[in-house]
C-alpha cells in the first residue's frame, strides 16, 4: 500500500509542480498587469500639462553640454496622451519639434520638424530605438506609453530605491515591448506602492544586457493629485554616459488644444 | 569693399537680442563668414577662384492668443560675386488658428516632398541658387493661405500673387552668362495658386495637390550672338503625388507631378527608399542610406538634371552628443553616364560656434546632359564658420 502511495506520488509530483508553476506564471502576469493598470490611470483627468526642460548631456568623462527644451502632454484616453517636445537651445536647432500620436492598436505616429529646413519628418518604427537628439533617450523613451504596449509580469515588492528612510515598498515589475523594432527585451520598473511614483526603470537591450538606467527623485505634487519628478537621468551603463532632465514651470490644466498637436501645426 | 551693410547688421543684432527676446516670444539669428574656392578659372563668364563673405540670418517669432507673427531675414555680402550682395525675406506672415480653420497672409517659405535628392513636388517658392545650387533653399514667397485641419490631416488652398525669377550668381556659371533679363511665356508672369490634401493614417502619408501658374524654374536657352543665356519663363499645370510607407525595416518614398507645359503632357517622378542601419553602431547610432530614382521625360525643359538619374547617398549624426553631421550624394545618368557627387559636413564647437563644409563635383558629363554638363568645371569647397544665438 505504501508503495503504491509511494508511486502514485512519484508519477503526480510533475504535474503538480508543472501546474503550481503555470499558476504561479499566471498570477504573476496577472498580477503585473494590475500594478500597470492603477499606473495607467494614475494620471485620469489631469487634461494637459507643460514643463520647461534643461537636458543634460554628460559624456564618460564627465563633461556636460546643456539643451533647453518645452514639453506639452495633451490627455487623450482615446488613444494614449499626445506630446509636443520643442527645443530652444541651442539656437541652431531651436525650434526642432517632435510630436507624437500614440496609438493603441498600432504603432505610434511621430515626427519631426526641423527648422532649417522647413521640413516635417515622419519618423519611422525602426527609427524609434535611435537616440533622441544625441541624448541617452531614444525616440522611443520619449513618448507616452499605453497599457497594450507591453506584456507585464510581477517580481516582488522590496524597499523603493533611493527611498530606505521612510520604509516606502515599491512593486517591482517586468514589461516587455509588443512592438518587435522596439530597442529593448524588457525594462524592470519600480513603483512605489502608495502613490504611483516610478522611481526607477532598468531597460535591457536586445541581448538581453543591461544597457540603460533611469532613475527620478525630487517628487512634487502638483494640484494636490500629480505627482512628477523634477530631476531624471538616463544612464548607460555600457558607455558610462548620462542624459539628466531638470523639469521646471511644470503646469496642469492650462487649455492647450487639439490644434496645437496637429501634425500641421508644426513650424507654425 | 568693405562690406558696411553688414557690419552693421551685426551691431544691431549683437545688442538687440535682449531687447528682442522682450518683445518677441522667440528671436535668433545666425552670423557666419565663410569662403568658396573654384577649382578652375571661367574665363568665359568671372574669374573669382576664391572669395570670402559674411551671411546673417535671423528669425522671430510672436504669438498673440489665436494669431502669430513670424519674421525671417536672410542678408548676403560676398567679396567678388556681386550677385550675392543681396536681402531677402524669407518670412513676414501672420497666422490666425482656430480648431476649424487657419488662415494666413504675408511671405513664407513652404516645403511639399518626402525625398533627399531632387524634390519634384516643391513648386511654391523660387530657389535661391545664389545660396544653395541644389536649390533647396528658398526665397520668401508672398501667399494668401486657407487651411482645414481633419483628424488624418488638412487641406489647403493658397493664392500666390507674385512670381519671382531666379537670380542667378556669376559662379556656380551655367557655361555662359546668365542674362538679367527674363523672358515670359505669353508675358505671363503669375505667382499662382494651388491647393494640397494631406492625409495620414496607420503607416502611410501621402498629398496630393494641384498647383498652377509660371514654372519657378526656367529654360535656359542660349543666345549665340550675345553669348549668354537667357532665362525663359513657361507656365505650367501640375498635379502632384507625394507619400511615404513605413515599412517594418525601411521608408518608401514617392514624389510624382504630371502636368502640361507647352501643349505638352508631362511626367516626372522620384522613388526612393531610405534605409536605417546600425551596423556601426558602437560608433555610429544610425546611418540611413538612400536610393533615389528620379525620371523626367520633358528632355531640354526639365527642371533639374535627373532625367533619368540613380542618386545613392547616406547621413548620419556622429560625436558624443551627436555634435558632427555628414551627408554624402552621388548621382549617375543612366543615358549620358554623367556622375554628379556632393558631399556636406557640419560641426558644432560649442553652443554657439558650428562649421559647414561642403564639396560639389561634376565628375563627369556628355553635352547631351545640358543641365549637368554647364556645370562641369565648376566644382567649388565652401567653408563657413557660423555664429548662432
Known amino acids: 500500500m505504501k508503495s503504491i502511495k509511494l508511486r502514485l506520488m512519484l508519477v503526480t509530483f510533475p504535474f503538480v509542480v508543472v501546474a503550481s508553476n503555470a499558476s504561479a506564471e499566471q498570477n504573476s502576469v496577472g498580477k503585473g498587469y494590475e500594478i500597470a493598470a492603477l499606473l495607467d490611470t494614475r494620471d485620469a483627468g489631469f487634461e494637459d500639462s507643460s514643463a520647461k526642460l534643461s537636458m543634460i548631456l554628460k559624456n564618460g568623462q564627465g563633461a556636460q553640454t546643456v539643451r533647453e527644451l518645452q514639453i506639452k502632454i495633451l490627455e487623450n484616453t482615446d488613444q494614449g496622451d499626445k506630446s509636443l517636445i520643442t527645443f530652444d537651445f541651442p539656437a541652431d536647432i531651436k525650434g526642432t519639434a517632435l510630436l507624437t500620436h500614440p496609438s493603441r492598436e498600432g504603432t505610434d505616429d511621430q515626427w519631426l520638424f526641423l527648422p532649417t529646413v522647413d521640413r516635417t519628418k515622419r519618423i519611422s518604427s525602426r527609427n524609434k530605438s535611435g537616440a533622441f537628439m544625441g541624448s541617452e533617450f531614444s525616440f522611443e523613451d520619449m513618448t507616452n506609453k499605453n497599457l497594450e504596449d507591453y506584456n507585464y509580469r510581477f517580481l516582488r515588492t522590496e524597499a523603493c530605491p533611493n527611498k530606505n528612510m521612510d520604509n516606502s515598498k515599491c512593486d517591482v515589475i517586468t514589461r516587455f515591448p509588443v512592438d518587435k523594432h522596439s530597442g529593448y527585451s524588457k525594462q524592470i520598473m519600480w513603483i512605489e506602492q502608495d502613490n504611483k511614483q516610478i522611481h526607477k526603470i532598468e531597460y535591457y537591450d536586445r541581448k538581453d544586457s543591461l544597457l540603460k538606467v533611469f532613475t527620478a527623485t525630487d517628487f512634487k505634487l502638483y494640484n494636490d493629485k500629480y505627482w512628477r519628478a523634477n530631476v531624471v537621468e538616463m544612464r548607460n551603463v555600457q558607455t558610462n554616459k548620462a542624459t539628466v532632465l531638470e523639469y521646471s514651470s511644470i503646469q496642469f490644466g492650462s487649455g492647450l488644444t487639439k490644434r496645437e498637436f496637429h501634425r500641421s501645426s508644426l513650424g507654425k | ?389
Open chain 2, 1 to 389: 569693399m568693405f562690406p558696411p551693410l553688414y557690419i552693421l547688421l551685426i551691431f544691431i543684432i549683437l545688442p538687440g537680442k535682449g531687447v528682442a527676446n522682450n518683445l518677441f516670444d522667440d528671436f535668433n539669428a545666425d552670423l557666419a563668414t565663410n569662403g568658396r574656392y573654384y577649382f578652375e578659372e571661367k574665363s568665359e563668364a568671372v574669374s573669382d577662384q576664391l572669395s570670402g563673405g559674411i551671411r546673417v540670418e535671423a528669425k522671430l517669432k510672436y504669438a498673440l492668443e489665436k494669431l502669430t507673427f513670424n519674421g525671417e531675414i536672410f542678408t548676403n555680402w560676398d567679396s567678388m560675386d556681386n550677385a550675392r550682395r543681396y536681402t531677402d525675406i524669407r518670412k513676414a506672415n501672420v497666422y490666425f488658428s482656430n480648431s476649424k480653420i487657419t488662415l494666413g497672409a504675408g511671405v513664407d517659405t513652404f516645403f511639399w516632398g518626402v525625398s533627399e535628392s531632387i524634390n519634384v513636388v516643391n513648386v511654391l517658392n523660387q530657389s535661391d541658387l545664389r545660396e544653395s545650387l541644389d536649390g533647396k533653399v528658398k526665397l520668401g514667397q508672398t501667399f494668401i493661405s486657407m487651411s482645414h485641419p481633419f483628424s488624418n490631416g488638412e487641406f489647403s488652398i493658397y493664392f500666390l500673387p507674385e512670381f519671382r525669377p531666379i537670380d542667378f550668381p556669376e559662379r556656380p556659371a551655367f557655361g555662359l552668362p546668365v542674362s538679367e533679363k527674363n523672358v515670359y511665356e505669353n508675358n505671363e508672369k503669375e505667382g499662382g495658386f494651388a491647393t494640397r490634401a494631406l492625409f495620414y493614417f496607420s503607416d502611410y502619408e501621402f498629398a496630393v495637390s494641384y498647383f498652377e501658374g509660371t514654372r519657378r524654374s526656367p529654360i535656359l536657352i542660349p543666345q549665340v550672338n550675345l553669348k549668354e543665356l537667357l532665362p525663359y519663363y513657361i507656365q505650367t499645370k501640375n498635379v502632384l503625388l507625394d507619400g511615404v510607407y513605413l515599412a517594418d525595416d525601411f521608408t518608401l518614398k514617392l514624389e510624382a507631378k504630371f502636368g502640361k507645359e507647352r501643349e505638352s503632357a508631362f511626367t516626372t517622378s522620384n522613388i526612393g527608399i531610405e534605409y536605417p542601419s546600425y551596423i556601426l553602431e558602437d560608433y555610429i547610432d544610425e546611418i540611413i542610406f538612400i536610393a533615389e530614382y528620379v525620371f523626367d521625360d520633358r528632355g531640354i525643359t526639365a527642371e533639374t538634371h535627373g532625367q533619368n538619374d540613380i542618386f545613392i547617398g547616406a547621413k548620419f549624426d556622429f560625436g558624443e552628443t551627436n555634435q558632427g553631421n555628414i551627408r554624402f550624394l552621388y548621382s549617375y545618368d543612366l543615358d549620358n553616364k554623367g556622375q554628379y557627387l556632393e558631399l556636406n559636413y557640419q560641426y558644432r564647437l560649442s553652443d554657439y560656434v558650428r562649421y559647414k563644409f561642403k564639396f560639389i563635383s561634376v565628375l563627369d558629363s556628355s553635352p547631351e546632359d545640358q543641365r549637368l554638363h554647364a556645370l562641369r568645371k565648376e566644382e567649388f569647397v565652401k567653408l563657413s564658420i557660423h555664429y548662432a544665438f
